[in-house]
Nanobody, 113 residues
Framework: VQLQASGGGLVQAGGSLRLSCAAS???????VGWYRQAPGNEREMVAT???????TYADSVKGRFTVSRDNAKNMVNLQMNSLKPEDTAVYLC?????????WGKGTQVTVSS
């Protein structure tokens, strides 16, 4: 079971990035999501999508971020618009498989003011 996140980088405030998480298993029907962790902070949920397609967002990203799942490519994407310096963190994807959570290595997102 592998999850590989990509798409991070350095962007100015107000800019956009699109993160992708490639899974080594089918993501169809799975609960998947994105989390982030900034230095000195606890890991927090950013956006999740259930197997049935319901989405949940952290209040801080509502209206700016969109999570989606590409079942054909076994990928989970996070479109991030109107980025703010406080969005700076390592972003990680998580997937639930057979009752167990799997984490991918993170991708760094840095938003400059």
């Amino acid at each position: 079971v592998q999850l590989q996140a990509s798409g991070g980088g350095l962007v100015q405030a107000g800019g956009s990035l699109r993160l992708s998480c490639a899974a080594s298993f089918t993501v169809f029907g799975r609960n998947v999501g994105w989390y982030r962790q900034a230095p000195g902070n606890e890991r927090e949920m950013v956006a999740t999508i259930t197997g049935g397609g319901s989405t949940t967002y952290a209040d801080s990203v509502k209206g700016r971020f969109t999570v989606s799942r590409d079942n054909a490519k076994n990928m989970v994407n996070l479109q991030m618009n109107s980025l703010k310096p406080e969005d700076t963190a390592v972003y990680l994807c998580k997937a639930s498989l057979l009752g167990k959570d799997y984490w991918g290595k993170g991708t760094q997102v840095t938003v400059s003011s």
